[in-house]
């Protein structure tokens, strides 16, 4: 089975993921609100996002949303060496999945004074892997299977607390009737009180939203779509709403609160994000590399 990282000259990964986001969004389920399961290595480590089976590592940025694309619910990846080096095997029949990553290639030059100079590049590549239920690999003591018992509604997370209170330089947090926006001027945070919100969830993912949007400001990140707002609909209104919609996912599943139905907006605000995605391939590379960007400054890790 080859699984080589070698590209085919006519082969557009910057197509390839951008096709295969489009299509989970237009059958009503962004990839960045796919449910998983949650596992648990022997060191302790838990995951509720796709991870690496062998490594028992998390795969970053885009390759998280693109193995969320999966059919499986499972987020247990691997490659085809790896399952071979555990002395297993992957299924007759099974499909590979895409994870791109940069290849830095360094060469040498003339420069106009006829000296040489060694300069670098970087190119998207990519390579394959396999999810363990299509392979022959025990994995089911690592998925962490809970009795599913009632939650009380609108109790403090602690975990989303300690998101919260990691974010240094943060914007004021103010109390509204029903404002829910990050007001850029002013530098704040409107939210209604927590004791509105019928799921104490649904207040983090909100904040979390709103907070991915204030690390643009000019004070931080300084991202482009902040303070100029040019308009419902325009290109960089929607890829704004794209890296908070993705920067909350990515809070949302670190603290263990993600599930489907956290959307802040209608279907229709999801499909606004096609047109884009449509005529711009890079459009979802660059938003959630914004993203990750924007959840590193507020956990610190920038």
């Excluded at 969320?68 to 095997?89: D, E």
């Excluded at 004074?113 to 670098?120: A, C, L, P």
């Excluded at 690999?137 to 509604?153: F, N, S, T």
Aim: glycine residues 6%; positive net charge.
């Amino acid at each position: 089975m080859n699984t080589s990282v070698k590209n085919p000259v006519n082969f557009d990964i910057y197509q390839v993921v951008s096709d295969a986001i489009i299509n989970q969004i237009e059958t009503g389920t962004p990839p960045w609100k796919k449910p998983v399961l949650t596992v648990r290595f022997e060191d302790g480590t838990t995951f509720n996002r796709p991870c690496n089976f062998v490594t028992k590592r998390p795969y970053e940025g885009i390759n998280t949303f693109l193995l969320s694309c999966t059919p499986h619910t499972i987020p247990m990846f691997l490659t085809f060496n790896q399952v071979q080096a555990l002395k297993a095997s992957v299924k007759k029949g099974a499909k590979g999945y895409i994870v791109v990553f940069w290849n830095k290639e360094t060469f040498t030059e003339i420069g106009e004074d006829g000296k040489e100079k060694e300069k670098s590049r970087f190119f998207l590549k990519y390579h394959k892997v396999f999810n363990v239920e299509d392979t022959t690999l025990d994995y089911e003591k690592y998925i962490v299977r809970e009795d599913a018992k009632p939650k009380k509604e609108a109790v403090r997370i602690q975990a989303c607390e300690d998101i919260i209170k990691s974010y240094v330089n943060p914007p004021k947090i103010v109390t509204t009737e029903t404002d829910m926006c990050y007001f850029p001027i002013s530098d704040k945070i409107a939210i209604p009180a927590f004791t509105r919100f019928k799921k104490g969830s649904e207040y983090y993912h909100v904040l979390f939203h709103e907070m991915i949007h204030s690390t643009g400001h000019r004070s931080r990140l300084n991202r482009e779509g902040i303070e100029e707002f040019k308009g419902f609909g325009s290109a960089s209104y929607s890829k704004e709403e794209l890296i908070a919609e993705l920067g909350a996912a990515f809070l949302e599943k670190m603290a263990g609160i993600d599930t489907p139905e956290m959307l802040t907006n209608s279907a229709a605000y999801i499909k606004g994000w096609l047109k884009p995605l449509k005529e711009d391939k890079k459009f979802f590379f660059e938003a959630c590399s914004k993203a990750t960007k924007a959840v590193e400054y507020i956990l610190g890790t920038f």
